[in-house]
């Protein structure tokens, strides 16, 4: 039988999936804003971007840093004070494949290391199969049940698995209802699961360049360990495979059951983020 090689992981695909963050990340920051009506901002800085959406919101970040240089003291300086004014840290999602020399950068200037975030692909070089135990249908959801759909992905949300690292990011129920509201907004795909008819997880999913990004899975804690979130990830591989993308990418907290089991499907641990905090 022939063995899975592998993905590996070098700088330029790790600049591809970068971009792919910054994508997301930009353009659900902007469906905020359309919401909102307030003025949030997005500035380019060294090959990503530093986004404020509204507060307590989780795109309130600088992501894809340092895959077009470093950048300099001055432009570091404008988006400290963006966040600033917005009574927000800056809060820093560094690649460790990024440039080396911003980490010193960051530290010289008061960041502090808070947490990490593990980044894991999987090479779509064949037929993805949709495997779903008994009693689980997944399907992509519908406009009419948004709503349903957002109260079971963040009631999900406030229950975090105790396996491995805690997330570093706490976000008000609020803040998690109007984040997935912006990403369905900003053109985002959603899949829901049901267990014996009932709704009991969703998850998100967008591509971008050939990347596949599967984000936002959550479940139910009635429904969990029940092959829900496996059925998720089967049913956004097949449909990402069907697309042509070459690559999905799934994030998770270091040592955390998501990690465990998006290994057990495959995927391969890429390369690893690391939260740096100015307040």
Not at 56 to 78: T, W
Not at 206 to 233: D, F, K, N, W, Y
Request: proline letters at 4%.
């Amino acid at each position: 039988m022939a063995t899975r090689s592998p993905l590996f992981c070098d700088t330029a695909l790790a600049r591809r999936i970068e971009r792919a963050e910054t994508g997301l990340i930009a353009d659900t920051s902007r469906a905020t804003q359309a919401r909102t009506g307030t003025e949030g901002f997005l500035i380019p800085i060294a090959g990503g971007m530093a986004s404020f959406a509204e507060p307590d919101s989780p795109f309130n970040k600088v992501v894809g840093l340092g895959f077009d240089g470093v950048p300099s003291a001055a432009e570091l300086d404008v988006i400290e004070k963006a966040f600033a004014d917005q009574g927000a840290p800056t809060q820093v999602e560094l690649a460790h494949l990024a440039e080396s020399a911003i980490g010193e950068l960051l530290s010289d200037r008061g960041y502090r290391l808070e947490s990490f975030e593990n980044v894991l692909g999987l090479a779509l070089d064949g037929d993805q199969e949709r495997v779903t135990p008994p009693g689980i249908e997944v399907r992509r959801s519908t406009a009419d049940e948004l709503d349903a759909w957002i109260a079971v992905v963040a009631d999900a949300s406030t229950y975090q698995d105790t396996q491995g690292l805690p997330w570093h990011d706490e976000f008000p129920r609020e803040a998690i209802e109007n984040a997935e509201r912006d990403f369905a907004a900003a053109g985002g795909i959603r899949y829901a699961a049901f267990r014996d008819g009932v709704l009991a997880g969703g998850a998100d999913f967008r591509i971008t360049e050939g990347i596949a990004q599967l984000a936002g899975a959550a479940t139910a804690p009635a429904h969990r360990r029940r092959g829900v979130q496996s059925a998720l990830v089967a049913a956004r591989l097949a449909d990402a495979n069907a697309a042509g993308c070459d690559v999905a990418v799934i994030i998770t907290q270091p040592g955390s059951k998501s990690q465990e089991n998006a290994q057990r499907r495959g995927f391969d641990l890429l390369y690893t983020r690391a939260t740096l905090v100015k307040h």
